[in-house]
């Protein structure tokens, strides 16, 4: 089957930014070739046998051919002895560049891995993890070509080389077994095994043109495709492949009056066929959401046994292609590639408004893709996969969040992105999908929680990663973790010391977020969504990611029974360091903060707005969409429960706290005031504006600290006996009014 993605058609090309560089690269190169092409007349006698040594066969992109000793599909070159007398191959160089021939060497003292006997092949698997053994290389190859050059164990003398061009899955590329300085596409892959003709062409035919590019029209058009003369373009509209027996032939232009899905192949005298192109185009769609059109084979859908929908319970990967617009005005995709597509989510899986786990791997076309999708990040610019949420839970609430569960998911998102909190959340945003063009219904864009999230958002590629109550590894070890946990459990965390040692391995912060976060929510499943990480660096501190949290229990769940009181993995290191006190004030205050501010109600009903009324002319559609298969709640409850919850939760937790640590003290108001230019912090947070009044716990130590602005200095408290210092700290079991005072 063929599942390229659309650009893939065009070769790669060496692009310098001046005349002098490309004439430079131009000599270069011409050397390079010409050493190639007399590389046997070059040689010195006594290396008559390694001048014999040919690059012989490339399968640069691996999707379902030869696998490695661990498994793996993995790219690979074939090395052919073509002389009388073995050659061993340990201490020569592979290498990509012309400029640096020595990147790679092939291990030497290991002569019974590397001695290539006469008339034999040796194959090496270019995966980039040289660690797996003497057969792997630390390059890797690219898809959209390259070049390739074996250079003997100076580093400088060239044995052989090859530029190769664009690669087709587990189509090979080698030399012609009749004529060896030809190069061909070979259909059947024959590692260690002479070239096979068979089954070979001199290339691959170019995919089709497309009179119009993918997006949205406005009225139906006409479209055409084009290739050249001798050839015959195939097509489907139904989402399935072009190798498929009901494919149409192309005779003329296609009429196109409702959203279509046109995937179009070439198949050309003496070519290999050409890779299947795919487009999305809808007709008078109207929406203000970005919209996500995923297309996949049918029979990858529904297939008895192959089908993902009808086997949702069984966890794998199958073909598909991904276009993603962020308007209904976009005339093309912002990003498009064929990639692997599994069903997501857990409880949600039997529904037939299914999640959708998408990942991007080089096999199925690009191994990731660089777009800014987020606008709270920026930066973050490159992924390797993406969570499409149908954000249903259980058997009773629809799938969008003005009568369903998944606002709350996306509050906790809102949350911690206002508290600027040190616990990592999911971007994420609403879409439309389409389905083989068909209307499929609100979803929830989202990050993917794995390696490539901690690369782009923090930037660490070597992490520790544990998850759910087993803590199963993700990522990395749980060496450090366990050492970390069992210190907490056998050392008195009453201890100073002991305390500050805890400070090394965990971002104590980030600690706390989580759990208060999980406090304000009492979710159900915690346990079975929690994930905790750290670089792998000497200083590296275990830090939370909080995902999945919108299973509540109700505002009035006391949820420090629930959680302290429990005895398991997760949990059980809170208890303990909850009895150090600056632990338990740090918790408190942070508590008291986050309420005051980013979770207050009138921040929390805030965020729900925000998030309901981006999706508020869709709803309809959508229960439209699924109103025969799915029990719907009524319109509107789900929004009262969470205002509810959001308005009375901040209190209760407040006194729960006091009644779980029998705290002698009362919820107390803090007001703050500043005269002159600048602000005060309050424990961890800074308010926007003043006056400002936040509710804190009597008993518990409360620090301010005046920060003047630019330009501006601080003169005093207005209360005297705070003293002048700029960072004070207070303990009052009753109201209090405070200034701070800028010159």
Same mark, same amino acid.
């Given at each position: 089957?063929?599942?390229?993605?659309?650009?893939?058609?065009?070769?790669?090309?060496?692009?310098?930014?001046?005349?002098?560089?490309?004439?430079?690269?131009?000599?270069?190169?011409s050397?390079?070739?010409?050493?190639?092409?007399?590389?046997?007349?070059?040689?010195?006698?006594?290396?008559?046998?390694?001048?014999?040594?040919?690059?012989n066969?490339?399968?640069?992109?691996?999707?379902?051919?030869?696998?490695?000793?661990?498994?793996?599909?993995?790219?690979?070159?074939?090395?052919?002895?073509?002389?009388?007398?073995?050659?061993?191959?340990?201490?020569?160089?592979?290498?990509?560049?012309?400029?640096?021939?020595?990147?790679?060497?092939?291990?030497?003292?290991?002569?019974?891995?590397?001695?290539?006997?006469?008339?034999?092949?040796?194959?090496?698997?270019?995966?980039?993890?040289?660690?797996?053994?003497?057969?792997?290389?630390?390059?890797?190859?690219?898809?959209?070509?390259e070049?390739?050059?074996?250079?003997?164990?100076?580093? /400088?003398t060239?044995?052989?080389?090859?530029r190769?061009?664009?690669?087709?899955?587990?189509?090979?590329?080698?030399?012609?077994?009749?004529d060896?300085?030809?190069?061909?596409?070979?259909?059947?892959?024959?590692?260690?095994?002479?070239?096979?003709?068979?089954?070979?062409?001199?290339?691959?035919?170019k995919?089709?043109?497309?009179?119009?590019?993918?997006?949205?029209?406005?009225?139906?058009?006409?479209?055409?495709?084009?290739?050249?003369?001798?050839?015959?373009?195939?097509?489907?509209?139904?989402?399935?492949?072009?190798?498929?027996?009901?494919?149409?032939?192309?005779?003329?232009?296609?009429?196109?009056?409702?959203?279509?899905?046109?995937?179009?192949?070439?198949?050309?005298?003496?070519?290999? /066929?050409?890779?299947?192109?795919?487009?999305?185009?809808?007709?008078?769609? /109207?929406?203000?959401?970005?919209?996500?059109?995923?297309?996949?084979?049918?029979?990858?859908?529904?297939?008895?046994?192959?089908?993902?929908?009808?086997?949702?319970?069984?966890?794998?990967e199958?073909?598909?292609?991904?276009?993603?617009?962020?308007?209904?005005?976009?005339?093309?995709?912002?990003?498009?590639?064929y990639?692997?597509?599994?069903?997501?989510?857990?409880?949600?899986k039997?529904?037939?408004?299914?999640?959708?786990?998408i990942?991007?791997?080089?096999?199925?076309?690009?191994?990731?893709?660089k777009?800014?999708?987020?606008?709270?990040k920026?930066?973050?610019?490159?992924?390797?996969?993406l969570?499409?949420?149908?954000?249903?839970?259980?058997?009773?609430?629809?799938?969008?969040?003005?009568?369903?569960?998944?606002?709350?998911?996306?509050?906790?998102?809102?949350?911690?992105?206002?508290?600027?909190?040190?616990?990592?959340?999911?971007?994420?945003?609403p879409?439309l999908?389409?389905?083989?063009?068909?209307?499929?219904?609100?979803?929830?864009?989202?990050?993917?929680?794995?390696i490539d999230?901690?690369?782009?958002?923090?930037?660490?590629?070597e992490?520790?990663?544990?998850?759910?109550?087993?803590?199963?590894?993700?990522?990395?070890?749980?060496?450090?973790?366990?050492?970390?946990?069992?210190?907490?459990?056998?050392?008195?965390?009453?201890?100073?010391?002991?305390?500050?040692?805890?400070?090394?391995?965990?971002?104590?912060l980030?600690?706390?977020?989580?759990?208060?976060?999980?406090?304000?929510?009492?979710?159900?499943?915690?346990?079975?969504?929690?994930?905790?990480?750290?670089?792998r660096?000497?200083?590296?501190k275990?830090?939370?990611?909080?995902?999945?949290?919108?299973?509540?229990?109700?505002?009035?769940?006391?949820?420090?029974?629930?959680?302290?009181g429990?005895?398991?993995?997760?949990?059980?290191?809170?208890?303990?360091?909850?009895?150090?006190?600056?632990?338990?004030?740090?918790?408190?205050?942070?508590?008291?903060?986050?309420?005051?501010?980013?979770?207050?109600?009138?921040?929390?009903?805030?965020?729900?707005?925000?998030?309901? /009324?981006?999706?508020?002319?869709?709803?309809?559609?959508?229960?439209e969409?699924?109103?025969?298969?799915?029990?719907?709640?009524?319109?509107?409850?789900?929004?009262?429960?969470?205002?509810?919850?959001?308005?009375?939760?901040?209190?209760?937790?407040?006194?729960?706290?006091?009644?779980?640590?029998?705290?002698?003290?009362?919820?107390?108001?803090?007001?703050?005031?500043?005269?002159?230019?600048?602000?005060?912090q309050?424990?961890?947070?800074?308010?926007?504006?003043?006056?400002?009044?936040?509710?804190?716990?009597?008993?518990?130590?409360?620090?301010?600290?005046?920060?003047?602005?630019?330009?501006?200095?601080?003169?005093?408290?207005?209360?005297?006996?705070?003293?002048?210092?700029?960072?004070?700290?207070?303990?009052?079991?009753?109201?209090?009014?405070?200034?701070?005072?800028?010159?």
């Amino acid at each position: 089957m063929d599942h390229g993605s659309n650009d893939e058609q065009r070769s790669a090309k060496i692009v310098m930014n001046t005349n002098f560089m490309r004439l430079g690269n131009l000599i270069l190169w011409s050397w390079i070739w010409g050493s190639c092409l007399f590389i046997a007349h070059s040689a010195s006698d006594n290396r008559a046998d390694r001048s014999k040594l040919k690059i012989n066969e490339i399968l640069a992109s691996n999707i379902n051919d030869v696998k490695d000793e661990h498994n793996e599909d993995e790219d690979w070159v074939e090395i052919y002895n073509g002389g009388e007398a073995a050659v061993d191959v340990g201490g020569m160089y592979f290498s990509d560049s012309p400029k640096k021939l020595s990147k790679f060497q092939i291990p030497t003292g290991m002569s019974r891995h590397t001695n290539i006997p006469p008339g034999e092949y040796k194959l090496f698997w270019f995966d980039g993890e040289p660690e797996e053994g003497p057969y792997h290389v630390s390059l890797k190859l690219s898809r959209k070509g390259e070049a390739l050059f074996l250079t003997d164990s100076d580093g /400088q003398t060239l044995i052989d080389c090859v530029r190769f061009p664009l690669q087709r899955n587990d189509i090979s590329y080698g030399r012609d077994p009749k004529d060896t300085d030809r190069w061909l596409y070979f259909k059947k892959t024959t590692p260690l095994e002479p070239n096979n003709a068979e089954e070979s062409a001199d290339n691959v035919a170019k995919g089709p043109v497309y009179s119009h590019e993918e997006g949205f029209y406005g009225s139906p058009f006409e479209l055409s495709l084009s290739a050249p003369s001798d050839a015959t373009i195939y097509y489907t509209l139904d989402g399935a492949d072009t190798d498929k027996e009901n494919r149409l032939t192309y005779t003329g232009a296609l009429t196109i009056q409702t959203n279509t899905i046109v995937r179009a192949t070439v198949i050309r005298p003496n070519h290999l /066929q050409s890779e299947t192109l795919t487009k999305s185009f809808f007709i008078n769609e /109207q929406s203000n959401l970005p919209v996500i059109s995923v297309i996949m084979d049918p029979y990858w859908l529904y297939d008895e046994d192959d089908g993902i929908f009808t086997n949702w319970e069984d966890d794998y990967e199958v073909p598909g292609h991904i276009e993603y617009f962020p308007d209904n005005e976009s005339k093309t995709a912002a990003f498009a590639s064929y990639m692997g597509v599994s069903i997501g989510g857990n409880s949600t899986k039997e529904y037939p408004k299914k999640s959708l786990s998408i990942r991007f791997r080089k096999g199925w076309g690009k191994s990731r893709i660089k777009y800014a999708l987020w606008d709270s990040k920026p930066n973050v610019e490159k992924f390797d996969g993406l969570n499409i949420r149908s954000d249903m839970a259980g058997d009773k609430v629809s799938s969008h969040p003005v009568s369903g569960e998944r606002i709350k998911n996306e509050i906790i998102y809102e949350f911690a992105h206002a508290l600027n909190s040190h616990v990592d959340v999911q971007a994420y945003k609403p879409v439309l999908l389409f389905l083989n063009g068909k209307y499929w219904g609100l979803y929830t864009l989202m990050e993917r929680k794995g390696i490539d999230f901690i690369r782009e958002n923090h930037g660490f590629k070597e992490i520790d990663m544990l998850s759910e109550e087993d803590m199963m590894v993700s990522h990395g070890d749980d060496v450090h973790f366990d050492r970390m946990r069992s210190y907490i459990e056998s050392h008195d965390m009453t201890e100073p010391n002991h305390y500050r040692q805890v400070q090394k391995w965990m971002d104590v912060l980030s600690f706390i977020d989580y759990w208060i976060f999980e406090c304000y929510s009492g979710a159900h499943d915690y346990e079975v969504n929690i994930r905790y990480w750290r670089p792998r660096t000497q200083e590296g501190k275990w830090r939370w990611l909080a995902f999945d949290m919108d299973s509540w229990r109700a505002w009035d769940h006391d949820v420090f029974e629930y959680y302290f009181g429990e005895d398991d993995e997760q949990v059980v290191m809170l208890p303990y360091l909850l009895k150090n006190k600056d632990f338990f004030h740090l918790f408190a205050n942070r508590m008291c903060d986050v309420l005051n501010t980013g979770m207050s109600p009138e921040s929390a009903e805030g965020f729900v707005r925000k998030i309901t /009324q981006k999706i508020e002319s869709e709803v309809d559609r959508e229960r439209e969409r699924w109103k025969d298969e799915h029990e719907y709640v009524e319109k509107g409850s789900q929004i009262a429960r969470f205002m509810e919850h959001a308005s009375k939760r901040p209190a209760y937790l407040r006194r729960a706290f006091l009644n779980f640590f029998t705290l002698k003290g009362k919820e107390i108001k803090v007001k703050l005031k500043v005269k002159g230019q600048g602000s005060i912090q309050v424990n961890t947070i800074i308010p926007e504006s003043y006056p400002w009044t936040g509710v804190y716990l009597g008993g518990i130590p409360i620090t301010l600290e005046a920060k003047p602005d630019e330009g501006s200095s601080f003169s005093h408290w207005s209360t005297p006996e705070l003293g002048q210092d700029s960072q004070i700290e207070i303990n009052r079991m009753d109201d209090v009014e405070i200034e701070a005072i800028f010159e």
